[in-house]
């Protein structure tokens, strides 16, 4: 298995992504810098990481969907290949077009940082075939612009399509539907604002991502 990790100005959650896939993994994992045109050959799986790209000027994600990386990386998630975009990640996918609505600020307007609950809805994509629906899991957010929106439309096409993945259990930052992770129609790219990659194992204080990633190696093998 090969997979490569997205790296932009700002990005913090980088490294933690590439060693939560290279241990669940053993992946052949790589980092791979926004300015290269293109990816290594023969990727299983590329990842988005966290954190504040460009410093979240103009919007957070806008500038880093227009790296020049995020052209190859839209056509390899056409190709089938899975995305998976986190916390910053997710909002680089939807201003990239690989997911529709978009993040805004806070409800709140505050940094949220905490442990959430996530209601699983779908168990059947690539990225959640560890998990049953409707099962509650415990794993950490850490965002500003995390309030998730799109239009009614939107909305009820993601839900009818079985394309929003993961919910919140409460309200977190004010998103519609409480929507904490949605899937592109084929089903390859997530994008989500929890960080599965911070709860890999006891020491983080639970292991409920690492299923996501472990159900990953099954389904791409």
Same mark, same amino acid.
């Not at 990005?11 to 045109?37: E, K, L, P």
């Not at 940082?113 to 168990?123: A, H």
């Not at 049953?132 to 799109?150: K, L, S, T």
């Given at each position: 298995?090969?997979?490569?990790?997205?790296q *932009?100005?700002?990005?913090?959650c980088?490294r933690?992504m590439?060693?939560?896939?290279?241990d669940?993994?053993? #992946?052949?994992t790589?980092?791979v810098?926004?300015g290269?045109s293109?990816l @290594?050959? /023969?990727l299983? +799986?590329? %990842?988005?990481?966290?954190g *504040?790209?460009?410093?979240d000027? =103009?919007?957070? /994600? #806008?500038m $880093?969907a227009k790296?020049p990386?995020?052209?190859?990386?839209?056509?390899?998630?056409?190709?089938?290949?899975?995305? =998976?975009g986190v916390?910053? /990640?997710?909002?680089v996918l939807?201003?990239s077009g690989?997911?529709?609505?978009? =993040?805004?600020?806070?409800?709140?307007?505050? *940094?949220v940082?905490?442990?959430v609950?996530l209601?699983?809805e779908?168990?059947?994509?690539? *990225?959640?075939?560890?998990?049953?629906?409707?099962?509650?899991?415990?794993i950490?957010?850490?965002?500003?612009d995390?309030n998730?929106? %799109?239009?009614d439309?939107? =909305?009820?096409r +993601? !839900?009818?399509e079985g394309?929003? #993945?993961?919910?919140? $259990?409460?309200?977190?930052n004010?998103?519609a539907r409480n929507?904490?992770?949605?899937l592109?129609?084929a089903g390859n790219? +997530?994008?989500?604002?929890p960080? @599965? !990659?911070?709860?890999?194992? #006891?020491?983080?204080?639970?292991?409920?991502?690492?299923?996501?990633? !472990?159900? +990953?190696?099954? !389904?791409?093998?």
């Amino acid at each position: 298995m090969r997979a490569a990790v997205i790296q *932009f100005p700002g990005s913090n959650c980088d490294r933690d992504m590439a060693v939560a896939i290279r241990d669940v993994t053993g #992946a052949d994992t790589s980092i791979v810098w926004h300015g290269n045109s293109a990816l @290594p050959d /023969g990727l299983d +799986l590329i %990842a988005v990481p966290g954190g *504040f790209s460009y410093g979240d000027y =103009l919007r957070s /994600g #806008a500038m $880093a969907a227009k790296s020049p990386i995020m052209k190859s990386v839209v056509a390899a998630a056409g190709n089938g290949v899975p995305v =998976l975009g986190v916390c910053n /990640g997710f909002q680089v996918l939807t201003e990239s077009g690989l997911l529709p609505g978009a =993040l805004m600020r806070n409800a709140g307007i505050r *940094f949220v940082c905490r442990d959430v609950k996530l209601k699983v809805e779908n168990s059947q994509s690539i *990225f959640t075939s560890r998990y049953d629906a409707g099962e509650e899991i415990i794993i950490p957010v850490a965002h500003h612009d995390g309030n998730y929106f %799109a239009d009614d439309a939107t =909305l009820d096409r +993601l !839900e009818g399509e079985g394309r929003v #993945a993961f919910r919140y $259990a409460e309200d977190v930052n004010g998103s519609a539907r409480n929507i904490a992770g949605i899937l592109n129609d084929a089903g390859n790219v +997530l994008g989500m604002m929890p960080h @599965p !990659e911070r709860m890999i194992e #006891a020491m983080q204080g639970g292991s409920d991502g690492r299923r996501m990633l !472990e159900g +990953l190696i099954r !389904e791409i093998a």
